[in-house]
């Protein structure tokens, strides 16, 4: 099973998600919980994988207000 490391910051309203190693699995949401499914769909795009068939590891990195 493949994994991949997300890395998720907070940038004005959104979060800019980036996966790690992954040239264009750049995505955002507004929300961090939405972060895995929107990555998800993404990287089974850019890889062919099933989207069921990795696993993601999700990095946020808070901003100067923290999390929110």
Same mark, same amino acid.
């Not at 907070?10 to 980036?18: G, I, K, M, Y």
């Given at each position: 099973?493949?994994?991949?490391?997300?890395?998720?910051?907070? %940038? $004005?309203?959104?979060? #800019? *998600? &980036? /996966?790690?190693?992954?040239?264009?699995?750049?995505?955002? +949401?507004?929300?961090? %919980? $939405?972060?895995?499914? #929107? *990555? &998800? /769909?993404?990287?089974?795009?850019?890889?062919?994988?099933? +989207?069921?068939s990795?696993?993601?590891?999700?990095?946020?990195?808070?901003?100067?207000?923290?999390f929110?």
């Amino acid at each position: 099973m493949n994994r991949y490391t997300v890395v998720a910051y907070r %940038d $004005d309203q959104r979060w #800019t *998600l &980036r /996966a790690v190693g992954v040239p264009g699995a750049v995505s955002q +949401a507004v929300f961090l %919980d $939405d972060a895995e499914a #929107t *990555l &998800r /769909a993404l990287l089974a795009r850019l890889t062919g994988e099933d +989207a069921e068939s990795f696993a993601i590891d999700l990095a946020p990195i808070p901003g100067p207000g923290g999390f929110d």
